[in-house]
């Protein structure tokens, strides 16, 4: 990190915990260059800085003042309430309509499921491309296009050993993206008509998936910042033969929310009392912002009951399209099942990312991601702080690039979602979350890309429709 | 060509058409030097090549002779028999059997499904991923993804184009390779339970899809020569509530039939009257032998019926997992579908593959491909035709890169599989092409690895195998 961004990050601290409080005029650049023993340079970027997140701002000849808040910062959003027991899915028209508004690329992308491409290491990786293609045998790509790429393998496992999980490589099998691990993963453990466990609000693909293979949700609330209720999930494994939990252990995807290792634990009681695989969607793993990685579930897995599933489509090579699973004892079956679909992902897109792992910055690029998203993610917290009407609640995430809204009653986000579109603004509206198309007033907002001006000013015409409702 | 290439062919014409006899010398160097106006080392140079061929060997102090043919090439199989009027699909099992046999690197692979990877311009192809990745901008990335890399539809429509069909872009759905844009097509138009006209023999990824979706199969007999068995097919569309057909209209794997120009408007013309759609398997499509592409029956396609499936795994560029579907009416569905099982293929691998076509020499490199194939189906033509016994059937496809035999009766080919294997050469035995598991006694020889003397005594291992039975 650089001296004006610590300094930032300082001062940063100050505005959240109101030490500096709203309206209040923040330190002159010279006075704030003694008292920190910077050059003024230092101080006019960290300021600068500091304006881009929209915590503060200038007032012409005054000097900086910290942004009104709008009072306090907005509170949590209740847990979701409990679904039906049971629900066939019929969500995919609603999502489809939703994904084909994203393809203009003028649009302010808060209903992306991307984070900006600018902030992965594409030239290096290029460079790895072009080195990983000038030393593989012709031989190896026909061998690696049934097995995987064994240094990207022994990578993966590496990777898991370091974060505490001892991972035989037989259980690893290389897809097209986390996607395709989902994908083959549910298939390698159901048939039409089974009943999977889901989270309510979901990752709008895992209902698309479970439409299409024809199988019934059992939708578990989600608490936005425990994660799944337990105490449902409990109940429904004793009344209902579930066949698949599909749940994500941390920075779930949309509400943020992580399981804490205490109720990972539980979980996992769960699931090999009732011997019910899990299927662990875990593709935000590295996009922690604490000092740690959170442990995935796989790793108190010693029944082979957990099929892991991660990717690095949004922690270092967006478009190369190349995930894993950690299938258990599910993994020769899945093995089987992706020879049958794809054979194989891209076996340059699966050496270009071996090489750079291995001779690349991969742990420094991860910091410096995290850091990033971490601060984006706190100029919209302070953005929707300031323009949202009251009643609005929002999750406060430790990792990855989603916030999670829940706004007053009246708001249709649907409605809002083609007010916004109609001002160049995407965002994900909650009902496509919901196999019972539920979230009415919610709607996810994507803080994955840097903070600008029109960020800013999306924001405020945002509030400006929920306040019209 | 090179010169003594050149030389090298007239030769193998005469050997061919019986104009140099089985034991017969053949010029000597310096007589040949002058005959046909080159240097002696040229003709020394076709002479080794010939001899690499199987088609001449050399006699200590006496010179060149033509090898023994074992008397008459082979004869044509007989055409398959008509099956059960539905079948239900469970070949998985003996398939992966098979496939996982073909994973040593030192075994003779006349069982693989991949030509050598050394007969593709692997590093020019690397050159254009380099300079693509160079100049594709981050967001192109994310764009990419979901729709497909623009440039690389437009080359491919062009294509098209140049081949007589006219294409819209929206058509096109780029695929993780041919098996992906199959196994979507399949799904747009199938439900489980549903009737699907497939040939018998037929490529076994097809009978795992079917088998895996829960589809039936109604096989359809292939004639050797000519395809797809018209009158069974009439029948069948006539008695069964046929959900779609998937052929392979030219160069059929594993029989290598071709379906002629008349016949394919006769069976677009029943798939039109019934409004059944076909998935037309079209991977071999560059890999012919004659003056001209053989035309698809999309080509004829003016009712959107027909997914044309191709791919640049056995042309351009094995492993990197680049196919498309131009899905007819049926585009969009497959986009979706697409959208939910595996987003995209790799955005490098298209990106790279999209440079090539435009920059790189495509069409020079598909005459040199072609030209080899059918050297080395020559070379494996003749070597059957010295070391299998009497009574062996062969087909002669007039492109791709398999042979498939008809041994006599006696033979289990499953039997010959294992034999085989454990002297180290790969075979693809009979019963893995049909969901009825029948011919026993027949098996898809691949000759699209460079002709060895490795590959020599594999042949004559083989027949006496074969003799034993």
């Known amino acids: ?59 012409a000849r005054s000097g900086y003042f910290v942004r009104a808040l709008a009072g306090l910062p907005l509170p949590e959003p209740q847990p979701s309430p409990a679904a039906h027991e049971t629900t066939d899915v019929d969500v995919s028209e609603l999502v489809f309509s939703v994904l084909g508004s994203l393809k203009n690329p003028h649009t302010v992308p808060f209903g992306s499921a991307f984070p900006s491409p600018d902030l992965y290491p594409l030239a290096r990786l290029a460079r790895s491309m072009a080195h990983s293609l000038r030393t593989l045998a012709p031989h190896d790509i ?18 898991y050993m370091v974060g505490g999980v001892r991972l035989p490589m037989e259980e690893l099998v290389i897809t097209n993206g986390a996607l395709e691990a989902l994908n083959l993963s549910l298939q390698s453990v159901t048939q039409a008509g089974d009943l999977v466990a889901i989270e309510s609000p979901a990752f709008y693909a895992c209902l698309q998936v ?11 609330p989600v608490h936005p910042r425990d994660g799944v209720d337990l105490n449902v999930l409990r109940d429904r494994l004793r009344s209902l033969p579930i066949k698949a939990c599909w749940f994500m252990s941390s920075f779930q995807n949309p509400v943020g929310s992580s399981l804490s290792e205490l109720r990972k634990l539980e979980l996992y009681g769960l699931l090999r009392e009732h011997q019910v695989p899990l299927i662990e969607d875990d593709v935000y793993a590295e996009l922690y912002f604490g000092e740690r990685p959170p ?4 790793s108190l897995d010693d029944d082979g009951l957990v099929m892991h599933c991660g ?11 190349v995930g894993w699973v950690a299938g258990g004892r599910f993994a020769e079956r899945i093995a089987r099942l992706k020879l049958m679909t794809t054979i194989s ?3 340059p897109a699966q050496t270009a990312i071996a090489d750079y792992l291995q001779h690349g910055s991969y742990d420094r690029h991860l910091r410096k991601l995290r850091y990033t998203l971490e601060r984006q993610q706190d100029a919209m917290l302070a953005s929707a702080a300031r323009h949202f009407p009251q009643g609005t609640r929002v999750t406060r995430p430790s990792g990855g690039y ?16 083609k007010l916004a579109l109609a001002q160049g603004i995407s965002l ?37 429709m929920l306040r019209s409702f």
Chains 1, 2 share one sequence.
């Open 1 to 59: 990190m650089k001296r004006y961004e610590r300094l930032a990050d300082d001062i940063a601290g100050l505005i959240r915990n109101g030490i500096l409080a709203p309206g209040e005029k923040i330190p002159s650049v010279r006075h704030a260059s003694q008292t920190y023993g910077v050059s003024p340079s230092t101080v006019f970027q960290a300021y600068y800085l500091l304006e881009d997140r929209g915590l503060i701002q200038a007032r």
């Open 142 to 159: 026909i061998a690696d296009m049934t097995a995987g790429n064994p240094d990207l393998m022994r990578q993966i496992a590496l990777r």
């Open 210 to 220: 479970l439409e299409r293979l024809q199988l019934k949700a059992v939708e578990i």
């Open 295 to 298: 442990r995935p579930i796989k």
């Open 311 to 321: 990717s690095f489509s949004k922690s270092l090579a967006p478009g190369y399209r």
């Open 345 to 347: 992902p891209s076996v």
């Open 402 to 417: 989603f916030l999670w809204f829940e706004f007053p009653e009246q708001v249709d986000s649907l409605q809002l979602f």
């Open 428 to 464: 994900a509206p909650g009902p496509i979350f919901s196999a019972s198309q539920g979230f009415r007033h919610c709607a996810r907002l994507n803080h994955g890309h840097p903070w600008s001006t029109d960020s800013e000013q999306a924001m405020e015409l945002l509030g400006r």
